[in-house]
């Protein structure tokens, strides 16, 4: 599909066309095509966003915190609990028993590993309009080589936690967006969690797209956090059809 810009598709309307559009028509629609942000490359969260949510958290943090512990952190972070962020003050002996309990539940995840629904083809999409593809996780490159190799797939940069600091930290978004030469507003971050990918993306400055599947962020307590995405969609399908209603994504 051949994309025209403004001037052009004007010059091709009939003269009676012009004759007949009031002048609040012909700036309703130059508003309408002006308004759209320039796009030149998508991140992407990878577990819960690129692959269907398989790791079991809350029994990980459990496991890794105590009960105790889990349910006082838990109450004092309603939008969602950092747990790396948590063992980071830890000893490293404590710190390295922690990573041992994590390191089980991702390798249970990677072993049902399932592609998420319309990542593939959003991927396409982007693709068909040379929409640079990023992705940033607080799993392990292992996973990472993992989800490419398996799916054919490839993201680049794809940052994983050994790049630190890690979401919500901004900086693995920027550090992208300088390897890509592009400025953090012609971005956007996609995830399914507001504390880390929302919080990223608002924080480095790019666009954000919240992935919420099952409603989970219509709950009250998610209500006063602080953090507003700019769009919110309940699959990848959804996403599509945000960025050609909304984003001018030529080269």
């Given at each position: 599909m051949?994309?025209?810009?403004?001037?052009?598709?004007?010059?091709?309307?009939?003269?009676?066309?012009?004759s007949?559009?009031?002048?609040?028509?012909?700036?309703?629609?130059?508003?309408?095509?002006?308004?759209?942000?320039r796009?030149?490359?998508?991140?992407?969260?990878?577990?819960?966003?690129?692959?269907?949510?398989?790791?079991?958290?809350?029994?990980?943090y459990?496991?890794?915190?105590?009960?105790?512990?889990?349910?006082?952190?838990?109450?004092?972070?309603?939008?969602g609990?950092?747990?790396?962020?948590?063992?980071?003050?830890?000893?490293?002996?404590?710190?390295?028993?922690?990573?041992?309990?994590?390191?089980?539940?991702?390798?249970?995840?990677?072993d049902?590993?399932?592609?998420?629904?319309?990542?593939s083809?959003l991927?396409?999409?982007?693709?068909?309009?040379?929409?640079?593809?990023?992705?940033?996780?607080?799993?392990?490159?292992?996973?990472?080589?993992?989800?490419?190799?398996?799916?054919?797939?490839?993201?680049?940069?794809?940052?994983?936690?050994?790049?630190?600091?890690?979401?919500?930290?901004?900086?693995?978004?920027?550090?992208?967006?300088?390897?890509?030469?592009?400025?953090?507003?012609?971005?956007m971050?996609?995830g399914?969690?507001?504390?880390?990918?929302v919080?990223?993306?608002?924080?480095?400055?790019a666009f954000?797209?919240?992935?919420?599947?099952?409603?989970?962020?219509?709950?009250?307590?998610?209500?006063?956090?602080?953090?507003?995405?700019?769009?919110?969609?309940?699959?990848?399908?959804?996403?599509?059809?945000?960025?050609?209603?909304?984003?001018?994504?030529?080269?």
């Amino acid at each position: 599909m051949h994309t025209y810009p403004l001037r052009a598709l004007l010059f091709f309307l009939p003269r009676r066309a012009f004759s007949a559009m009031s002048t609040l028509t012909l700036t309703s629609v130059i508003s309408a095509v002006s308004s759209k942000r320039r796009l030149r490359g998508v991140v992407f969260d990878m577990d819960g966003t690129l692959t269907v949510p398989v790791i079991d958290f809350p029994s990980m943090y459990r496991a890794v915190l105590g009960e105790e512990e889990y349910v006082r952190i838990k109450l004092e972070n309603p939008s969602g609990i950092d747990v790396l962020h948590q063992i980071e003050k830890w000893s490293p002996d404590k710190q390295k028993r922690a990573y041992e309990i994590i390191a089980v539940f991702e390798k249970q995840g990677s072993d049902r590993l399932q592609i998420m629904p319309g990542a593939s083809e959003l991927c396409r999409f982007l693709d068909s309009r040379n929409v640079r593809r990023g992705l940033i996780t607080r799993n392990v490159k292992e996973s990472v080589d993992l989800f490419h190799n398996r799916f054919g797939m490839t993201f680049s940069p794809a940052l994983s936690r050994e790049f630190r600091p890690y979401k919500p930290d901004p900086a693995p978004l920027l550090h992208i967006c300088s390897n890509w030469g592009v400025q953090p507003d012609e971005v956007m971050m996609i995830g399914d969690s507001l504390k880390d990918d929302v919080a990223c993306g608002k924080r480095a400055g790019a666009f954000t797209c919240l992935l919420d599947e099952t409603g989970q962020y219509n709950s009250p307590e998610y209500h006063n956090v602080g953090l507003e995405p700019d769009y919110f969609v309940s699959s990848l399908v959804e996403v599509l059809s945000v960025l050609e209603a909304k984003f001018d994504l030529t080269p």
